[in-house]
Structures are given as structure tokens and as C-alpha cells.
């Protein structure tokens, strides 16, 4: 199920940059990407008032993880996030749950864990969240990619297998929901079963489920995938095949330090090079379309989601 090429085994890590950034200039990189994470989630809310583009979702974990590291964010960000959950929560203008077809969202919400004055609130928010992602699955075991998400420039069948993962995710790491269980143990079969991917995302997420569930064959099996998988510019594609972006690299180290990695080893330090010598002047990311049909030019929204990314990537490769 995980085998991969030899050529790709060959690639040599000393081929990475040679150049280490320090802490301070991880930590000024993620800095400066903040007011533009901030103002251009502002502005999708304001002008939008969209929760189902999976976008918000990115948004608030980026912010959360900046945060819970000392960086300075937004004093709004705790409404912006109690705007995403309402949101979620509430019906649209068919009757339906919204959160339902923005299943991913609602699991990056829950995954942002942050601090909050009203604990019991929480819970109480995160249970609803939670309960959100126990419905719409199929017979096997897998959910079906919600929103625009179909149309990637990955087939259909990876993006929901993804979608399917970070569902799973976001469910065992809430720990145990009696209701849970029967659904996860689907789910689960689903995934065992499930092909390798072309996106560097399927191997980011399935590594986070291998950690998860104490997976540790898996989990080193896609540790070594994933290090195959990294360019000489330290770098990773969203795809495989694709050249180092934002959305890849980040995806990956946020997963590799998540599955035990040691913050100094040269392909951590690769990524954060990566990242640190390729940010833009207005703390974004150039990132081109995941739709397939706009896959050749650099997309407003996956810029966005590069530049989150980027930073919860680096953001827990900082040191501990």
C-alpha cells in the first residue's frame, strides 16, 4: 500500500539548502504573514459572509497557533472564530445545518484548539461541531468532499478520501463520543483500504492519522514518503509532482514535527528555508490554483491557503 520508488529514495537530503534560518527570522516570517491572514479573513467574512468555502476554517487555526506561540494577533479573533461556529451551526436558507456542507471547515475548527474565558461553552460548542461530522457518511465509510472541493486538480476519489481523513482526525482527537464509534470504525476501514495519493496532502493528513492511532509502521513508513517527496529547494508541491509552494511545504512540516521529526533535522530546517526566502512583501505566499481548471496560475485562494498553512507549519516547528 506504501510503496513507493527507489528513485525517489535516492534523493539526498544534503542536497537541501545549506543555509539554516535562525528562530528570529522563522519567528519574523510568521510575524509578518499575520496582518494579512487577519485582513483578507476580514474581508471574506465581511464581504462574503461565507463559512462553507473552506477558507475560515484556515483562518482561525492559523491565528489560534500563532497565538497559543506569543505571537501577536488580532484582539478579534475570538469573534471571528464564535462567528465561524455560529455560522456553522446555524441553517442556511434550505433548512439545512450549514456546518453539513462544510464538513472539512468544522473540522479545522475543531482542530484549532485555542483558550477561552467560558470553558464550558466550549465544550458545549465543540460537541455541536463534533456532531456536525457524524452525519452524511457513506455506506463506505467515507464522506464525499464537500463545496467546490470535487473540482481539484486531484481525483475526485483522493480529495474525498482526504476530506474522509480529516474528518477522522478531527473525530479521534476529540476523544471519546459514544456516537462516534461506529462511524469511525468505517471510516477507518476506508482509509486502510484506500490508494497512496498524488497530493503531498493525502501523505500529510494520513501521517497525522498514523500518529493519531499509534500507527508506528504506517507512521514511519510515511515519515520516509514524505522526506522522498522534498525538493533540493527544501520544499514541497501541494502535489507530488508539482513544484515546492506554500500549501505543500507547510502541510508537510506541520505534519513531519506532528509525527516526531526533531525540529532540527535537515528537512525541517529545509522547509522553514523554504518558506522564510520565498514569502512575499505583504506576508502571503504565491500559490497556484488547486482546480484543475485553474491550475496554471497563481489563484487568490490558494494563496490563501499556502499562507496559512505556512504558518502552522512553521509555527510548530518552533522550538519547544
Known amino acids: 500500500m506504501f510503496a513507493f520508488s527507489s528513485l525517489l529514495l535516492t534523493l539526498s537530503l544534503g542536497a537541501l539548502p545549506e543555509t539554516q534560518p535562525t528562530t528570529a527570522q522563522v519567528r519574523e516570517t510568521v510575524q509578518r504573514s499575520i496582518p494579512f491572514i487577519e485582513e ?11 463559512v462553507t468555502c473552506h477558507r475560515v476554517g484556515n483562518m482561525v487555526w492559523s491565528l489560534e497557533a500563532a497565538k497559543q506561540s506569543g505571537f501577536e494577533v488580532s484582539e478579534r479573533l475570538a469573534e471571528w472564530k464564535q462567528w465561524s461556529i455560529d455560522s456553522s451551526l446555524a441553517e442556511n436558507d434550505k433548512g439545512k445545518i450549514t456546518g453539513l456542507g462544510n464538513q472539512e471547515g468544522v473540522a479545522q475548527l475543531l482542530l484549532s484548539r485555542g483558550q477561552s474565558d467560558n470553558a464550558d461553552e466550549q ?78 496532502e493525502w501523505y500529510a493528513v494520513r501521517l497525522l492519522l498514523a500518529v493519531q ?24 508541491g501541494w502535489m507530488v509532482a508539482d513544484d515546492s509552494d506554500a500549501l505543500g511545504t507547510g502541510l508537510a512540516l506541520y505534519a513531519l514535527v506532528s509525527a516526531g ?57 518552533l522550538p519547544e
Not at 125 to 138: P, Y
Not at 162 to 191: C, H, Y
Not at 213 to 236: A, C, F, M, N, Y
Request: with cysteine; glycine share 8%; charged share 25%.
Open 213 to 236: 492511532t499509534g500507527e508506528t509502521e504506517v507512521r514511519d513508513q510515511l515519515i520516509k514518503q514524505l522526506r522522498s517527496q522534498q525538493h533540493p529547494d527544501g520544499g514541497w
Open 123 to 200: 465544550t458545549e460548542n465543540r460537541k455541536k461541531l463534533a456532531g456536525l461530522l457524524l452525519d452524511e457518511q457513506l455506506p463506505d465509510g467515507s464522506w464525499k468532499a464537500g463545496g467546490q472541493l470535487p473540482f481539484q486538480k486531484r481525483p475526485a476519489a483522493e480529495t474525498n478520501t482526504v476530506s474522509t481523513m480529516w474528518l477522522t482526525l478531527a473525530l479521534l482527537a476529540e476523544g471519546k463520543i459514544e456516537a462516534s464509534a461506529p462511524v469511525l470504525t468505517r471510516a477507518l476501514k476506508f482509509i486502510e483500504a484506500s490508494s497512496p495519493g498524488k497530493s503531498v
Open 40 to 50: 483578507k479573513g476580514l474581508w471574506w467574512i465581511e464581504e462574503k459572509k461565507c
Open 261 to 317: 521529526v526533531e525540529r532540527q533535522d535537515p528537512a525541517v530546517k529545509g522547509a522553514q528555508q523554504f518558506l522564510v526566502s520565498t514569502q512575499r512583501d505583504d506576508g502571503s505566499w504565491p500559490v497556484r490554483g488547486t482546480k484543475e481548471k485553474k491550475k496554471a496560475s497563481v489563484q487568490e485562494t490558494a494563496v490563501y491557503w499556502g499562507t496559512t498553512w505556512a504558518v502552522i507549519g512553521l509555527v510548530k516547528s
